[in-house]
Nanobody, 116 residues
């Protein structure tokens, strides 16, 4: 049973930075693209960034140039470095597989709150 455990969220002022981590249990982490998603209050969950098994990233336009996704296959961990945070980045952030791969059961996520 694969589990996703996100951490690193918090309260930060606009312009600040946070680094999120997601630890993935299971033995097949290294072959899947992994992604970060977020869900703001009253909105649907949206894709934020994805990284392939080979380390190639792609980003939603709303975070391009501010967020950086990375992964450590040995540690089965995916990261999201978030800089120049804006109030509209406030959401619960989740990790999961990316692309057209089947999703694991969603974890609890980690809350990011950006104050203006």
């Amino acid at each position: 049973q694969v589990q996703l455990v996100e951490s690193g969220g918090g309260l930060v002022q606009a312009g600040g930075s946070l680094r999120l981590s997601c630890v993935v249990s299971g033995n097949i982490f290294s072959i899947y693209p992994m992604a970060w998603y977020r869900q703001a209050p009253g909105k649907q969950r949206e894709w934020v960034a994805v990284i392939t098994s080979g380390g190639n990233p792609n980003y939603a336009d709303s975070v391009k140039g501010r967020f950086t996704i990375s992964r450590d296959n040995a540690e089965k961990t995916v990261y999201l470095q978030m800089n120049s945070l804006k109030p509209e980045d406030t959401a619960v952030y989740y990790c999961n597989t990316g692309g057209n791969f089947p999703r694991y059961d969603w974890g609890e996520g980690t809350q990011v709150t950006v104050s203006s």
